[in-house]
């Protein structure tokens, strides 16, 4: 069981400044299975990859690997960054709290584990062929992660930078 949004660091932020815009370093993972299909976990009904906000005192990496767990169950033995991404335009949240993304790209390269379809932040999980990946009933599917696949697709061991 994760910590509560209202006990995060940044929920305890957002209880200070309210909506203004805020840095926050995030982690994404792309996790695979070995027939090639990629992980994706839906959260407030929207399909997406495991990804999440850092703790204080906590490193980027420990990140990645609690957010992974808290999300699908699974255990990252070991991962690769192969982006990071800064400087995007600001976006706001269902809560009209907003924030500009500073996020790290993982792709993790061994895990163990049985792979949860529902947890505390989670209802559901699936590997999915990047090409059937799923989209949402209203046809969402963020532009981001589109990004993020391309960036996944051409990345050639030189970190990406955005």
Known sequence: ???SYQDSYVGQLRKLVGHTPLIVPSIRAIISNDAGKVLFIKVNGRWGMPAGSIELGESIYETLKREVKEETGLEVVSATLIAIYTGKPVVENKFYDKYQTFEFLFKVDSWVGELLRRTDETTDAEFFDIDARP?????????HFTEVFEDYYKYNGTLILK
Not at 135 to 143: A, P
């Open 135 to 143: 989209v949402d009933r209203d046809g969402y599917w963020g532009e």
């Open 1 to 3: 069981m994760g910590i």
